[in-house]
């Protein structure tokens, strides 16, 4: 059992420890040479816990996964408005991002360069299942709530996740200067009423 503890918790360093070069060299490419050093093991002993650096990032990957998509569903049990459901799943978004610099970068798809398209494609499903969440809020909220977007589902929760994408990419961008919450609050309440708190319409 000791061993095993031991085992899980070397796992959990060596992606806190690529999570935390992520942060601290933006732009560079990490090697497992570097992230060996960082960790203070040989690379021989990283490749016993993560057969290839891929598996690590998907480590990573799967920690945003589980993280950010537990949470939507507390939000989804807890909050029954839809137009507060959207604001909590993207503010969340932004958040898990302020906070987590480094695997922001994967998010972006900055850290993936050189990297496999597996990888890649695993992100881009990330962000297509939280468009779709979106767009399931939005088709509930005709039903439950008599509320009609002036603009179709779909681009309405394209819109909604293109800007929240877009605060994450001036994030990376910045070097984590610009945080990507900055004006949210002042933000939200004009990018809704473009579409939906001046555009509600009752249903027929």
């Not at 085992?7 to 806190?16: C, D, N, P």
């Not at 029954?80 to 798809?109: M, S, V």
């Not at 900055?182 to 555009?199: A, I, K």
């Amino acid at each position: 059992m000791n061993k095993a503890s031991h085992k899980v918790s070397r796992r959990q360093q060596i992606l806190e420890a690529l999570a935390h070069m992520l942060e601290a060299c933006p732009g560079a490419r990490i090697t497992t040479a570097a992230l060996a050093k960082q960790v203070g093991v040989s690379e021989a002993a990283l490749y016993r816990h993560f057969p290839s650096k891929s598996k690590m990032f998907e480590g990573l990957i799967e920690f945003i996964e589980d993280t950010i998509f537990s949470r939507i569903n507390l939000i989804m049990s807890e909050e029954p408005g839809a137009i507060d459901r959207c604001q909590k799943i993207l503010l969340l978004l932004l958040t898990f991002t302020e906070r987590n610099p480094g695997i922001t970068r994967i998010l972006t798809g900055d850290a993936l360069a050189g990297e496999t398209e597996r990888l890649r494609t695993r992100v881009m499903q990330l962000f297509d299942r939280l468009e779709t969440q979106l767009k399931q809020i939005l088709r509930e909220a005709e039903i439950r709530e008599g509320i009609r977007p002036s603009l179709p589902i779909t681009a309405a929760a394209s819109l909604l996740m293109a800007t929240a994408e877009g605060r994450i990419a001036q994030f990376v961008r910045s070097e984590f200067t610009r945080m990507p919450t900055e004006h949210w609050e002042d933000q939200w309440p004009v990018l809704v009423q473009g579409f939906l708190r001046e555009e509600l319409q009752p249903l027929n």
